[in-house]
C-alpha cells in the first residue's frame, strides 16, 4: 500500500516494493488532490507487477505522459518498461523538417511558417533541444510575442498584434504536436496556449467607391488597376487568387470567369465562378487590350506569391491623397463583400467570395454609414407617420386578459435576383 507523506508543504509516495524496499516518490509543492491521483496509480503499477497482468488503457496513457524525471526512476524501480530512446533534436533542425515533409499546404501557409519560425528561433535558439522546452517556456515565449523585441525592436514601439501573436502561438501548437504524434517527445509544451483570437473589428475599414476611384487613378499602370479592381470589385484575395487567374479562365459568352481558390481547396473548394461584375469588366478589357499574344495569365509582372504587394499599395493610397487603411488588401475584399450581402443577399454573397456565411459574418460583413443613414431615415420616417394629429384621441387600451395573443407569422424569404448583368461579352476570342 502506497502512502502520502508531508513535510514543509511538499508531499512524497511512500511504498514497499516486492523485494521489501522501501522507496519514495517526491512530488514537491502540488496539492492534496493531486498527490492522492498519484498513489491510486502507483497502487495500480504494483498491483500489476504482482500479477502479471499488462496495464489498463488509462494507466498506460498516464504512464505516456509522465515527465522523464518520474519516469526514470519508475523504470529503476521496476515499475514500468524503459522507455525508448528518443533522438535529442533541435528546434530549428526540427521544423526545417517538418515544413519540408509538408509538401501538401500552399506556398502562403510556408511563408507563415516561416515567420513563426523565425520566432520560434529567436527566443529559445536554433540549437535549443525541443524535449527541453516546457509549458512554461511556452508560456514565456506567448509573453514575449507581444513585446518589441517580437518585433526587432528596442524599448519603444509595440510587439506583435493579439492576432498575429495568436497565429504564431497556434503553428507552434501544431509543430509541436506532429513531434508528439512521432514520439519524440512526450507531450505538447505548447498546447497551453489559446486558440487563434477572433476577428479585430477595430481594423475594418470599408473602402467607399469614390475613395477607390481616387486611388486606380493614381495607379502607375494597368496591372495595377486590375489588381486593385479584382480586389475591391470582384472580391479576389491577392496575391494568392489574383496572380493564379488566367485568360482561360474567362468564358465571355456567359459573362463569366473562374477562380482558382488554393486557401479553401482543401476542403473541396478549389476553385468558383463569378460574375463579370458591370463594375470589373472595363479593367478586364483594358488588360485583354494591352496583353500579348498567347499570354496565359492575366497578372503577368508580378508571379511570385509570396512578394510583399502591400507596401506597393500603400504607397500609391498616399499618391492618391488618402490615408492607408489597415489590412490593406483585405479590407478591399471585405468592403465587396459588404456591398455583394447588400445587393445580392447572403448566400450568393458567400459562394462569389468563396467562404461561409459564418466566416463572412465574422470576418467581412461591415456596417457602412449609407446603413446606419438608411436605418435612421427609414425610423425616423416611420415614428413621425405614427404621430397622431390633434384631434387624433387614441384607443383605450385593453386589460391583460382582453388582449389578443400576438400572431406569429412565418418569415418569408424573397427570392434573390442577380443584378443587371454587366457590358456585351466582347468579341475577343482566344
Known amino acids: 500500500m502506497a502512502m502520502i507523506v508531508e513535510r514543509n508543504g511538499r508531499r512524497r509516495i511512500s511504498f514497499y516494493l516486492p523485494d521489501g524496499r522501501r522507496p519514495s516518490l517526491h512530488l514537491g509543492k502540488i496539492s492534496k488532490r493531486n498527490a492522492e491521483g498519484v498513489r491510486d496509480r502507483i497502487e495500480e503499477l504494483l498491483a500489476c507487477r504482482l500479477s502479471g497482468r499488462a496495464m489498463e488503457p488509462a494507466l498506460a496513457a498516464w504512464v505516456a505522459e509522465l515527465p522523464d524525471r518520474i519516469a526514470s526512476k519508475l523504470e529503476a524501480w521496476e515499475l514500468i518498461a524503459p522507455r525508448p530512446e528518443r533522438p535529442d533534436l533541435a528546434l530549428e533542425e526540427y521544423l526545417t523538417a517538418y515544413v519540408a515533409r509538408r509538401e501538401d499546404v500552399t506556398q502562403r501557409t510556408h511563408v507563415n511558417w516561416q515567420q513563426t519560425i523565425r520566432s520560434l528561433v529567436d527566443f529559445f535558439g536554433a540549437k535549443r533541444s525541443i524535449a527541453s522546452i516546457s509549458e512554461g517556456d511556452a508560456g514565456d515565449f506567448a509573453r514575449w510575442l507581444r513585446t518589441p523585441k517580437a518585433r526587432g525592436l528596442g524599448k519603444g514601439g509595440a510587439g506583435l498584434s493579439e492576432a498575429t501573436a495568436r497565429k504564431r502561438g497556434a503553428n507552434a501548437r501544431q509543430f509541436f504536436g506532429d513531434a508528439v504524434a512521432r514520439e519524440l517527445i512526450p507531450r505538447n509544451p505548447f498546447a497551453v496556449l489559446k486558440g487563434s483570437a477572433g476577428a479585430n473589428k477595430s481594423r475594418e475599414h470599408f473602402i467607399t467607391r469614390e475613395v477607390a476611384e481616387r486611388v486606380l487613378a493614381a495607379c502607375p499602370n494597368q496591372e495595377w488597376r486590375l489588381l486593385f479592381a479584382l480586389a475591391r470589385y470582384g472580391a479576389l484575395r491577392v496575391p494568392s487568387e489574383a496572380l493564379l487567374l488566367t485568360w482561360g479562365d474567362f468564358n465571355w ?34 488588360a485583354w487590350d494591352v496583353a500579348e499574344k498567347g499570354q496565359e495569365y492575366v497578372i503577368t509582372r508580378t508571379r511570385d506569391s509570396s512578394a510583399n ?49 459564418l466566416i463572412a459574418a465574422k470576418h467581412y460583413w461591415q456596417v457602412r454609414d449609407e446603413d446606419i443613414a438608411r436605418a435612421a431615415g427609414a425610423a425616423h420616417h416611420s415614428a413621425r407617420a405614427a404621430l397622431p394629429s390633434s384631434d387624433h384621441v387614441p384607443p383605450a387600451v385593453p386589460l391583460a386578459d382582453e388582449r389578443p395573443q400576438e400572431s406569429r407569422v412565418p418569415l418569408v424569404f424573397r427570392e434573390l435576383s442577380v443584378g443587371p448583368p454587366g457590358f456585351e461579352p466582347g468579341t475577343k476570342g482566344l
Open 309 to 357: 504587394l502591400r507596401t506597393g499599395l500603400r504607397r500609391i493610397i498616399m499618391q492618391a491623397g488618402e490615408t492607408a487603411w489597415p489590412r490593406t488588401w483585405q479590407n478591399l475584399r471585405s468592403s465587396r463583400a459588404t456591398e455583394m450581402v447588400a445587393e445580392y443577399g447572403p448566400h450568393l454573397a458567400a459562394v462569389w467570395c468563396g467562404h461561409s456565411q
Open 253 to 286: 459568352e456567359r459573362n463569366l470567369f473562374r477562380v482558382t481558390a488554393p486557401k479553401t481547396e482543401r476542403y473541396g473548394r478549389g476553385e468558383r465562378w463569378l460574375p463579370i461584375f458591370r463594375e470589373l469588366r472595363p479593367y478586364i478589357d483594358a
